[in-house]
């Protein structure tokens, strides 16, 4: 495959990492021109490591798209902090986002103090350009670079993809020779179950709003072809925390949790290429985010990473 330098396959991993809410899902999701991490305008949205898959002809970018950093509350909170934290040893390059619109804020400098304790190329990747006026950038940039030593600053927008081709060829740049990890056709690691049940979750983000945070959990229980047919059942539990949340999720006449389910069925379908039913439940599990057994059982588990 390599003929010569300038025609060498680079191969390598960058992490996603920064405050929640700067957009490091949207930016993946862009990339690879599809869906594998959900979105959602609510902050700490992403739970687990999310690895995505980006191929070209000169090589392959491995992005993990951590959770946002913050200070935790529980032990869900716990391990979505230690998650993020642990992938900045683990890579090539580390991609810092920060959001244009927002400005600086403690959490920036949070992120930045552990920065200081790694050996890894940071980029600082300033998002939501198209929210600012240009002449917002300098003095922005300026805030940063007092405060690190970047090795590259690239402002973008994941939202229109501006400027995001820049940000690939300088992470090609950085990049040294080495393998094709994956297939060229496979955008993520992640398993089917894993991507259903995030695109369930994502619903009832977007649907229920501020009425439920994050105290919510789903549970794949089964994916079965039907025999003789192009039809997927899926069983899925949606587990909350208190009563109150089961009536939100399930709504009037149960209206909120078959909204829930006809979209999450649209993505599931353009996922698998197949119809898809859909059954679902809902169950309590008090307090559930601080039960160590619970979230070991929902897929947040540290010992895995």
Do not use: C
Request: aromatic content about 8%.
């Amino acid at each position: 495959m390599n003929n010569g330098a300038e025609n060498e396959y680079k191969s390598g991993f960058a992490a996603l990492i920064g405050r929640p809410n700067v957009g490091k899902s949207t930016l993946l999701n862009h990339v690879l021109g599809e869906k594998i991490a959900i979105m959602s305008d609510k902050p700490q949205t992403t739970r687990n490591r999310i690895q995505g898959v980006y191929s070209e002809e000169r090589g392959q970018i491995i992005f993990i798209d951590t959770p946002g950093i913050h200070k935790p509350k529980h032990k869900l909170g716990d391990f979505m902090t230690n998650l993020a934290q642990s992938a900045l040893g683990e890579v090539d390059v580390v991609l810092f986002l920060v959001d244009a619109k927002e400005g600086k804020g403690p959490g920036d400098e949070f992120i930045i103090e552990r920065l200081k304790n790694i050996d890894t190329p940071v980029f600082l990747v300033i998002n939501k350009i198209d929210e600012v006026h240009p002449d917002e950038l300098l003095p922005f940039i300026e805030s940063y670079r007092k405060l690190f030593d970047f090795s590259e600053v690239i402002p973008i927008s994941a939202l229109t993809g501006q400027n995001v081709s820049v940000l690939l060829e300088q992470l090609y740049n950085r990049l040294e020779e080495g393998p094709q990890f994956y297939p060229e056709d496979q955008i993520t690691d992640h398993p089917e179950r894993f991507l259903i049940g995030e695109m369930i979750r994502e619903k009832i983000l977007h649907l229920t709003e501020e009425e439920i945070p994050h105290s919510i959990a789903v549970e794949i229980e089964s994916i079965k072809p039907r025999e003789g047919s192009d039809v997927v059942d899926v069983g899925a539990v949606v587990v909350v925390e208190r009563k109150s949340q089961k009536g939100i999720i399930i709504g009037k006449q149960g209206k909120m949790l078959k909204e829930i389910g006809k979209r999450a069925r649209e993505d599931m379908e353009s996922l698998l290429g197949s119809r898809i039913f859909l059954e679902l439940w809902v169950k309590i599990d008090k307090d559930w985010r601080n039960k160590p057994k619970s979230l070991r059982e929902f897929g947040y588990d540290e010992e895995e990473y």
